[in-house]
């Protein structure tokens, strides 16, 4: 059975760090993208950022560019997000995602194409 397991959520600082783990399981997930996302109370799950399987193609959303950084080790079935620089604005249950398609390389965006979901982390940022 295919399962995503989240950690690292928590509380942090406005200014502050953390870092963000999803591990894989019961699935070859090297061959598949992987992507963050994340839903703020009362709003729809978003973007954050996703990796192609060969972590060659990655996309940001407009609002973590250059604070937020996805990385993947496909030898341990693992992938992170670093988030740098956080803001109110990035309180939400953070969510990691595979697919099970074949895109060529690349990171898809969208909620629809991907296939396996984790439990969500949250994350508070205080101001």
């Known amino acids: 059975q295919v399962q995503l397991i989240e950690s690292g959520g928590g509380l942090a600082q406005a200014g502050g760090s953390l870092r963000l783990f999803c591990a894989a399981s019961?699935?070859?997930?090297?061959?598949?993208?992987m992507g963050w996302f994340r839903q703020a109370p009362g709003k729809e799950r978003d973007i954050v950022a996703a990796i192609s399987w060969s972590g060659d193609n990655i996309y940001y959303g407009d609002s973590v560019k250059g604070r937020f950084t996805i990385s993947r080790d496909n030898a341990k079935n693992t992938m992170s997000l670093q988030m740098n620089s956080l803001g109110p604005e990035d309180t939400a249950v953070y969510y990691c995602?595979?697919?099970?398609?074949?895109?060529?390389?690349?990171?898809?965006?969208?909620?629809?194409?991907?296939?396996?979901w984790g439990q969500g982390t949250p994350v508070t940022v205080s101001s």
């Open positions: 995602a595979a697919s099970r398609r074949l895109l060529g390389n690349r990171a898809p965006v969208t909620v629809a194409e991907y296939d396996y």
């Open positions: 019961g699935g070859t997930f090297s061959r598949y993208p």
